[in-house]
């Protein structure tokens, strides 16, 4: 039996709950479609060292502000996932669980939202899948030939795993950096590989910084100016606190990207190698977007193109959390309720129509 209502939402992390208060406050019949089992997105998986970038305050969804966690400036994972199960009880919102949306079908005048739960028919679609489930491996020479393991960011959890082992983590970015830095502090023997020399941000750069930048940068696209070059133009790495502790105490020094895997660990560019029991690739992600396959909307690096969060191509569909491609720091706390909230203000014209 096919249910029916105005707008499904399709995910119920922090993106999905920050739509369904928005679509609530303007009374627009909604449900939220999750895959996981218990409340808190993609955080209820993060490594235990986790820790935001911001401080709880400039850290929150709409309407509910981040409590502060005791001893803290940085909260950490399970903080915010207390959050997010707060935030959902709080508004009543109509979440779902453990539902997997297989694929969303055109229906005529609806979007037909096919679950391993049954059907749902919408006026209209909001995609907040996001990108944990996409883990991006790239292809290395030698990868299948490695005898040890090979983990993904989202597969680690501890340096306890790791004790007497030697590790190299691969990735310039802040997961590679707070990962590499977690494990200089136990007793890892480390190495960490990038393509670049690593780009730290200024020390006293942190959330807050990054979202006015993001958002400066949208305004002045959106006004014909000069592309300020976003986030990236300012470094790659967040120095929270245990990056910079263990950058300052010489304990995360970057290697140059290794040339190919071995049976037993690395080879480097001047041939030398280095063995390894464990390689961790916290090499990135790609947006959750399979369920759209059979509306043939994908475009270049797998992105659907959009304007602001609807799909140019299907004006019933709204994409939110992605990354600045569906608003400026949406895929952050603090940055996904403006979208969000547009996201919501479109359909209910949509539904006026």
Not at 25 to 50: N, T
Not at 53 to 82: C, K
Request: proline residues 5%; aromatic residues 8%.
């Amino acid at each position: 039996m096919t249910q029916r209502t105005d707008v499904v939402v399709i995910g119920g992390g922090q993106s999905g709950l920050a739509a369904g208060y928005h679509l609530r406050r303007l009374g627009i019949e909604h449900v939220i479609l999750d895959a996981a089992a218990a409340p808190g997105g993609a955080w209820q998986h993060a490594w235990e060292s986790l820790r935001l970038f911001s401080p709880a305050q400039y850290s929150s969804l709409p309407g509910r502000l981040m409590p502060v966690q005791p001893g803290e400036t940085y909260p950490d994972a399970a903080h915010v996932v207390s959050y997010l199960a707060d935030y959902e009880k709080r508004y009543e919102l109509p979440v779902r669980r453990e539902v997997w949306v297989e694929a969303v079908h055109r229906d005529g005048a609806h979007l037909r939202v096919e679950t391993d739960c049954g059907d749902w028919q919408a006026r209209a679609v909001i995609s907040a899948t996001g990108t944990w489930t996409r883990p991006f491996l790239p292809a290395v020479p030698g990868s299948r030939d490695f005898t040890g393991r090979q983990l993904h960011t989202v597969q680690y959890r501890s340096p306890a795993a790791f004790t007497g082992q030697r590790v190299i983590v691969v990735g310039g970015g802040n997961s590679g950096a707070q990962i590499a830095a977690d494990l200089a502090r136990a007793d890892v023997h480390l190495t960490w590989a990038t393509q670049r020399l690593p780009r730290y941000l200024a020390d006293d750069i942190d959330g807050r910084a990054l979202f006015d930048h993001a958002t400066a940068r949208r305004r002045a696209l959106d006004d014909g100016r000069t592309d300020t070059g976003g986030v990236a133009s300012l470094g790659d790495i967040v120095a929270v606190p245990p990056v910079r502790a263990a950058r300052d105490a010489g304990r995360l020094t970057a290697e140059p990207m290794f040339a190919r895997l071995t049976a037993t660990g690395v080879e480097w560019s001047d041939g030398s190698q280095t063995e390894a029991d464990v390689v961790i690739w916290c090499t990135g992600f790609r947006p959750a977007l399979a369920h759209f396959a059979s509306l043939r909307l994908r475009g270049t690096r797998g992105h659907i193109t959009t304007l602001g969060t609807r799909a140019v191509d299907e004006p019933r569909l709204h994409l939110l959390g992605y990354g600045d491609w569906t608003g400026p720091a949406s895929a952050t706390l603090i940055g996904v309720g403006r979208p969000a909230r547009e996201a919501a203000r479109e359909i209910a014209e949509l539904l006026r129509a």
